[in-house]
């Protein structure tokens, strides 16, 4: 079973930056696709970004391109989001999750297997 806690959350003006942290915990996390999620009050989960077993191939969606970037660093276990440029419409609980299965294309329809509990953030205009 793979733990994911994500962390960096927080309030911050409109045009500010956070960085998000999710660290693993469990399994082999150098074999994990990882992904970045977020719901909205009142609204559907959404994808943000995903980033593959070595780090090397990212997917954002398009709200977030330009602005926001994930990476990972497997020595650590840990994946990131750096979301610099934030806006309101950003506000909402963000979460980490882990997919331990082959990716054969990193579409942002991918289903994960494993989920963090998600940590806030907050954008004041």
């Known amino acids: 079973q793979v733990q994911l806690v994500e962390s960096g959350g927080g309030l911050v003006q409109a045009g500010g930056s956070l960085r998000l942290s999710c660290a693993a915990s469990g399994g082999t996390f150098s074999l994990y696709t990882m992904g970045w999620f977020r719901q909205a009050p009142g609204k559907e989960r959404e994808f943000v970004a995903a980033?593959?077993?070595?780090?090397?191939?990212?997917n954002y969606a398009d709200s977030v391109k330009g602005r926001f970037t994930i990476s990972r660093d497997n020595a650590k276990n840990t994946v990131y989001l750096q979301m610099n440029s934030l806006q309101p419409e950003d506000t909402a609980v963000y979460y980490c999750?882990?997919?331990?299965?082959?990716?054969?294309?990193?579409?942002?329809?991918?289903?994960?297997?494993?989920w963090g509990q998600g940590t806030q953030v907050t954008v004041s205009s």
């Open positions: 980033i593959s077993r070595s780090g090397t191939i990212t």
């Open positions: 999750a882990a997919r331990n299965r082959p990716t054969i294309v990193l579409a942002s329809t991918i289903s994960y297997d494993f």
